[in-house]
């Protein structure tokens, strides 16, 4: 848990939860804040598994990962490859458009370069492409707008995306072990859902049942699947959705260390499915 990234504060409180619901179970585990740069303290301690609840850069990326591969240590979760694959959106992106899932028109621009003409209506959404929990994105709805909304994201990523942006309501869905969890819709008071929206705002609903007709749920647990198993993500996950005007998914992006705090969705989820956080802990770590 920790790491250095800028979703560290999560991070943080998602093993601290983790951590009680493993003690609860009578599991010998123990916890460890990764700073960056003191894994020989890690490595010097005995530990059959280890949990990962790393958000962000260093714990999604793949990098903790391979350390532990490198050391042929079990962990939970997606693999390296596969890890920093689902990190990089527009990666991501290329993957799921080979797999013809529905996507958002996008372009990639890195700092130095001459901004691709962009062919897609506005708005756009501009966002770092190695960032999560939205940081850094910033909604264009004037070509004005642009050099502003890449000088925010630069200051998190050197290669930023920008994706045409869609209207419409945001759902996620879960993944635990191959199945899709029951499914969330997300309505926030002020803009989007955005860092404040999740993890520091009371005003944010998360709407489980979610509001859908049973066809319009499947379809969305289906595409959901098909994203997860393309990119080979493993284990668990989230996969984030925007649903326009004409009920229409567009696939945002995936999380393959999704956060296990009180406002986190994928326990939400899990106990819509009739699952306690500590059987949701265990479930992950089992697998």
Not at 128 to 136: D, Q, T
Not at 187 to 206: A, C, I
Not at 254 to 262: A, D
Request: hydrophobic share 40%; glycine share 6%; with cysteine.
């Amino acid at each position: 848990m920790g790491g250095n990234s800028a979703e560290r504060e999560v991070s943080l409180s998602s093993g601290e939860a983790v951590y009680n619901a493993l003690k609860n179970q009578g599991i010998n585990c123990f916890k460890f804040d990764w700073s960056g740069d003191n894994l020989d303290q890690l490595w010097a301690q005995k530990f059959d598994k280890a949990l990962i609840v790393l958000h962000g850069r260093g714990g999604e990326d793949g990098a903790i990962q391979q350390q532990l591969e490198n050391r042929q240590l079990a962990y939970t979760g997606s693999d390296s490859s596969a890890s920093k694959q689902c990190m990089n959106k527009a990666s991501t992106k290329a993957i799921w458009t080979k797999h013809n899932l529905p996507l958002a028109d996008s372009v990639t621009t890195s700092v130095g370069q001459i901004v691709p003409e962009i062919d897609f209506p506005l708005p756009w959404a501009v966002k770092p492409i190695l960032e999560g929990s939205s940081i850094g994105i910033s909604k264009v709805e004037d070509k004005t707008q642009l050099d502003s909304a890449l000088k925010i994201a630069f200051q998190y990523d050197d290669t930023v995306l920008i994706e045409q942006w869609i209207e419409g309501d945001e759902y996620t869905v879960s993944i635990l072990n191959g199945k899709a969890l029951p499914v969330i819709q997300i309505k926030v008071k002020r803009g989007f859902y955005d860092y404040e929206s999740k993890y520091h705002s009371n005003d944010t609903q998360y709407l489980c049942p979610c509001e859908l007709s049973n066809a319009d749920e499947q379809k969305l647990q289906k595409i959901a699947i098909q994203a997860f198993t393309a990119i080979n993500a493993k284990t668990w996950g989230r996969v984030d959705f925007i649903l326009d005007q004409n009920n229409t998914p567009y696939l945002l992006e995936i999380n393959t260390v999704p956060g296990m705090t009180v406002h986190s969705l994928v326990p939400m989820a899990a106990k819509a499915a009739g699952l306690s956080f500590d059987e949701l802990v265990l479930a992950i770590i089992n697998d």
